[in-house]
Each structure stands twice: as structure tokens, then as C-alpha cells.
């Protein structure tokens, strides 16, 4: 089946880092996304993986292991605007391509 | 450059009526993705049109149909409305429909069914 895991909150305070883990089930894989959406607005684009490593992306980065299922998106410098939902969707190679998403991890960022 | 657009912003329906969601893709995109998204969880994908043409399909019953026209702009249809269906409903385009496609959502309608 198809299954893809985040936790579901997550607090941190002002300045620190925050790592935001995913793990994912899939009968294929074609790539792994992150987006961020703040309450009440639409999903945008973060990162993209679909090979094993670490993407750098000014304050936040993004790690795959396909071999593990596991991905982490990694957010430093945390600002109080970093507040909000992140979510992981994996393309399924196996199944048309579809993305299937996470159901998200909330973000609230302490002063 | 306006972005991914949607129409209306909220609407309110009774059970058992049809509505009728509208998208117009960011300039340059020619796929358009319906997602549903209901409160606390993450999109769940409806369908994508290509070329004027239903891609793929996510399970959602035959309710949930689309259409996409020749300026790409695309619509999404739900007959026989159910309490259930209330969520906010988001499109979202790309270019091409070959991964891997960077997805630029609009602002969502929110739909109550009550």
C-alpha cells in the first residue's frame, strides 16, 4: 500500500533549527516534495529530492534516503513566519505517478 | 504574472445540488490538478487534465468530473453534493505532465455542503 508518515505537531522556539521527518511507503519512486502552507492558504513549493543526499536551499534543506523510505526537511534560523504546515508528498512510479501527500506537520515557532 | 487563480473563494451549498469550481493556470502552465483538502489533512489528489484530456485519477467516485479548455483553464463539477464533500478544494498547474512537475497551487475554494 501506499503510506506516508509525519509528525503531526511540532513546537520550536525562535532562532533554533527544526528537523521535520517523513517516511514514506510506496510500490515506486519518482521523487519526494516538500511544501509549505500557512492556515488558510495555499501549498507552496520547497524542495524537491530524487536522489540520495542533502539539498541546500538558503535556511532550509532537504535529505532523502530512498533506500530508508526517509526524507527530512531541515529549517534553520527559525523566524516566527516559519509557523505553519509542512507537507511531504511522494511521486508513486508504481501507481501512474500520482502524488500522495502526508497529512502534514504543524509548525509553531516560540519567541 | 498572475499566478493560479480560482473562483469562487467560498461557496455554500445544500446536499444533493451540483457546483461547478473554476481554475485558470499560471501563465506558461498547460496541466492543470484538482486537489481536495479537508480541514487538518494533507490534499488528496482528484484528477489532472493534459491537453484538454483526464490524465490520471485519484479515487473520488464519478461525482467528481472535469473539463479543461483550450486556454488550459480548467473546471471541476460535483453532482449530488454530500455533507462530506465540504473541504477546500485547490488546483493546482504545472507545465507539462511529465514529472518532475513543480506544482503551483491557487488560493483554494472553500466549499460548505450543509
Known amino acids: 500500500g501506499q503510506n506516508i508518515d509525519q509528525p503531526t505537531e511540532m513546537t520550536a522556539t525562535e532562532g533554533a533549527i527544526v528537523q521535520i521527518n517523513c517516511t514514506y511507503q510506496t510500490s515506486g519512486f519518482n521523487g519526494l516534495f516538500w511544501y509549505q502552507q500557512h492556515a488558510g492558504e495555499a501549498p507552496t513549493f520547497l524542495s524537491y529530492n530524487v536522489l540520495d543526499g542533502l539539498e541546500e536551499k538558503g535556511r532550509f534543506s532537504s535529505f532523502l534516503s530512498r533506500s530508508k523510505g526517509y526524507s527530512y526537511l531541515l529549517l534553520k534560523e527559525l523566524q516566527m513566519k516559519d509557523s505553519a504546515s509542512y507537507l511531504c508528498a511522494v511521486r508513486d512510479a508504481g501507481n501512474n505517478r500520482k502524488l500522495i501527500w502526508g497529512l502534514g506537520t504543524s509548525l509553531a515557532v516560540n519567541p | 504574472d498572475a499566478g493560479v487563480t480560482q473562483s469562487p473563494t467560498h461557496l455554500i451549498k445544500t446536499r444533493g445540488q451540483q457546483v461547478t469550481l473554476r481554475c485558470s493556470p499560471k501563465s506558461g502552465h498547460d496541466t492543470v490538478s484538482w486537489y481536495q483538502q479537508a480541514l487538518g489533512q494533507g490534499p488528496q489528489f482528484i484528477f489532472q487534465y493534459y491537453e484538454e484530456e483526464e490524465r490520471q485519477r485519484g479515487n473520488f467516485p464519478d461525482r467528481f468530473s472535469g473539463h479543461q479548455f483550450p486556454n488550459y483553464s480548467s473546471e471541476l463539477n460535483v453532482n449530488a453534493l454530500l455533507l462530506g464533500d465540504s473541504a477546500l478544494y485547490l488546483c493546482?498547474?504545472?507545465?507539462?505532465?511529465?514529472?518532475?512537475?513543480?506544482?503551483?497551487f491557487g488560493s483554494g475554494t472553500q466549499l460548505s455542503v450543509l
Open positions: 493546482a498547474s504545472s507545465r507539462g505532465a511529465e514529472p518532475p512537475e513543480k506544482l503551483f
